[in-house]
């Protein structure tokens, strides 16, 4: 299974941030699975976002729920991140990732490579 990010690196503060994860060699829908955002800002530890079940329903960490928003495209084997009203705080290394169900999202067994996004004007 391989996980890619894309998306812009560079988004100004008040814009939405909107990031794809494209996975290969493995479904989206492939039951006992979810597919989970996870960030790490600059010189601090991993962060999760939120995360995208086989059957589609969403979990987001509370702390963001208010600004999150992930959905899949199950034609296309995607799902997307859209993090609304972004400050400089959100900088940080975006990665995707897919946890087993019944385990943590911090035992995510497939990773992508990460990307950067910066918050600035």
């Known amino acids: 299974v391989q996980l890619q990010e894309s998306g812009p690196g560079l988004v100004k503060p008040s814009q939405t941030l909107s990031l794809t994860c494209t996975v290969s060699?493995?479904?989206?829908?492939?039951?006992?699975?979810?597919w989970n955002w996870i960030r790490q800002p600059p010189g601090k530890g991993l962060e999760w976002i939120g995360s995208?079940?086989?059957?589609?329903?969403?979990d987001y960490s509370p702390s963001l729920k208010s600004r999150t928003s992930i959905s899949r495209d199950t034609s296309n084997n995607q799902f997307t991140l859209q993090l609304s009203s972004v400050t400089p705080e959100d900088t940080a290394v975006y990665y995707c990732a897919r946890a087993q169900r019944g385990k943590s999202w911090s035992e995510c067994d497939y990773w992508g490579q990460g990307t950067q996004v910066t918050v600035s004007s």
């Open positions: 995208i079940d086989y059957s589609g329903s969403t």
């Open positions: 060699g493995g479904s989206i829908t492939t039951n006992n699975y979810y």
